[in-house]
């Protein structure tokens, strides 16, 4: 055991030290860790959040820039047209969609290849080994999805000003969406990470599960432009409520009762919390 | 007295090598289609379906086509210079960051074997990805096909344009994130700026005369007129242009594999 070093100040006033007689050795008790290991969910939370922005270029300029990308070329698209969507002017609904398209999608990603690169890697060890009880661990993946899912929200509201130079119109409502989203998606991530086996799979669940459903949610067009049946069905997704919600909080005007969306969403990260607990706590595909 | 076979005789060109290196190139995707072919195609057809219910109704025609039938085909070459570009790129990058890179530059393969070997592979996987994109969409949008030549030019001549620059990113990039950057800031705009899903008759003068230094106006611009007829440009000067960049990039590779760029010590 190496006695840690003395400041440099001390060693210039007072001669050479005596040895190791500044601090105490470390003691070798097992820490107490009550009922929640505060430091242990705070560590896992920031490892996994300092993870991604390492990767800032990949997780926050490209989803900001492909925002752009997008509100460019549907206002090019619709050139002189002029098009109002659920009583907004088409850039008011556009951008907030766009917001919350970022939040989701990148909710969903932070977990998902966060936990699918551990597992193929061997590093899920980290995690599984250190003394996180199973409830930790998904409040843990989740509060860093939706911390995540928040500054890429946020990176990507700034690049759309030019498009929508307007102050939020419910700021708190909209942290609180977004918010929620990026929960409720990050579990939806964490759910995905853990089942699948390889890329092929996590990809095929962002392909064909994810990006499909948050377009068709509302993020282009209002709901009213889908036939009938299929708005039912849209309209019981929490997806939905989600960007529904951020463009209240944006734009101030919603289709559906933010109320009745933060329920929605609320129950819905409940349930996925719990699912989330389950898997980890019976081990599934990660403990033989 | 002696028994061992004699070395194969290899004459100008090394047909057996070459096609060796085209069929693995082609079965490295094909191993994953859902990634690589099912994937673009259920996100470009996600691009017709959302384009059409949010603008159908405030844009009705573009240079007198109906906004569907003028926007599928600028779909369907998006998907195509996007994946044609993927294949190469991924391809050599994986390569080089596995070290398995000397499983192709080992064998007796030239450097313009080996330039149109993988060149060829990324070309097949944008021509696969555009036939099923566009088998996917006949089934909404019903289009019909103006001058086939055309659409065959355009799309063999843009998917190798891409994949040649595929591997020129491939060669040069040392890590995937170098890789994703191009992807995300150069390839992805020049994507979905050049045309795709606009006449580029609706941008300022200043940007439409720099529209015509793109090459990628004109691979859009040359496959929807084959199928529409209508063009914002003289169809054979696309032709020209692309003949000309493609033969620029296949000779630029050509070189970055004799000196061995980034490749060998």
């Given at each position: 055991m190496t006695p840690r070093r003395a400041p440099p100040e001390a060693v210039s006033q007072s001669g050479p030290p005596s040895g190791g007689n500044t601090t105490p050795a470390p003691s070798l008790r097992a820490r107490h860790i009550g009922w929640l290991n505060r430091i242990g969910l705070w560590t896992l939370f920031l490892r996994d959040l300092l993870r991604d922005l390492e990767i800032w270029k990949i997780t926050i300029a490209a989803p900001a820039l492909q925002a752009v990308l997008f509100a460019l070329i549907f206002e090019l698209a619709l050139g002189s047209a002029s098009l109002t969507m659920a009583g907004l002017d088409f850039s008011a609904f556009l951008v907030p969609g766009l917001v919350a398209f970022v939040v989701l999608e990148r909710g969903f990603e932070s977990t998902a290849y966060m936990i699918v690169y551990d597992k193929l890697e061997g590093m899920i060890t980290d995690v599984i080994g250190a003394p996180l009880t199973a409830a930790e661990m998904v409040t843990g993946f989740a509060l860093m999805a939706a911390v995540s899912a928040i500054m890429t929200g946020l990176a990507t509201w700034l690049a759309l000003l030019p498009f929508l130079a307007a102050v939020p119109a419910a700021p708190g409502l909209l942290l609180l969406f977004a918010f929620g989203g990026g929960l409720m998606m990050g579990l939806i991530g964490l759910v995905g990470g853990l089942w699948a086996d390889k890329w092929d799979h996590i990809s095929a669940v962002h392909s064909f599960v994810v990006v499909p459903v948050v377009y068709m949610s509302g993020v282009f067009f209002s709901?009213?432009?889908?036939p009938p049946e299929i708005r039912t069905v849209a309209q019981l997704n929490p997806v939905y409520y989600v960007i529904d919600g951020v463009r209240y909080g944006i734009s101030g005007s919603a289709e559906a009762d933010p109320q009745t969306g933060l329920a929605v969403i609320a129950a819905a990260v409940t349930a996925l919390w719990m699912l989330c607990w389950r898997l980890l706590e019976s081990g599934y595909k990660l403990k033989p | 007295m002696t028994d061992y076979p004699a070395p194969r005789r290899i004459g100008a060109v090394n047909w057996l090598g070459l096609w060796t290196l085209y069929v693995k190139e082609v079965r490295r995707f094909m191993a994953v289609a859902t990634q690589t072919i099912a994937a673009p195609m259920v996100t470009t057809l996600l691009f017709l379906a959302v384009f059409s219910l949010a603008l159908g109704r405030a844009v009705e025609v573009v240079n007198g086509v109906p906004f569907a039938e003028f926007l599928a085909p600028g779909l369907v070459m998006m998907a195509m210079v996007q994946n044609a570009f993927a294949n190469t790129a991924s391809s050599l990058v994986i390569s080089k960051v596995q070290g398995n890179i000397v499983d192709i530059l080992m064998p007796p393969l030239s450097p313009a074997e080996l330039t149109i070997g993988i060149a060829l592979g990324g070309t097949t996987r944008g021509l696969i990805v555009g036939l099923a994109t566009l088998a996917g969409m006949w089934m909404f949008v019903p289009f019909g096909i103006h001058n086939v030549v055309f659409v065959l030019f355009h799309a063999f001549a843009a998917s190798l344009m891409l994949a040649l620059l595929g591997m020129i990113g491939g060669i040069w990039a040392e890590k995937f994130d170098h890789m994703a950057a191009v992807t995300n800031f150069v390839i992805t705009p020049f994507a979905f700026l050049s045309g795709t899903f606009y006449s580029i008759q609706r941008l300022p003068a200043f940007f439409q005369s720099l529209a015509h230094a793109n090459p990628f106006f004109y691979m859009i611009d040359g496959f929807r007129y084959g199928f529409t007829g209508v063009t914002d440009t003289a169809p054979m000067l696309g032709v020209a242009v692309m003949v000309t960049i493609d033969t620029l990039l296949a000779l630029i590779c050509w070189r970055l594999f004799v000196a061995g760029y980034k490749l060998k010590a």
């Open positions: 709901l009213d432009r889908l | -």
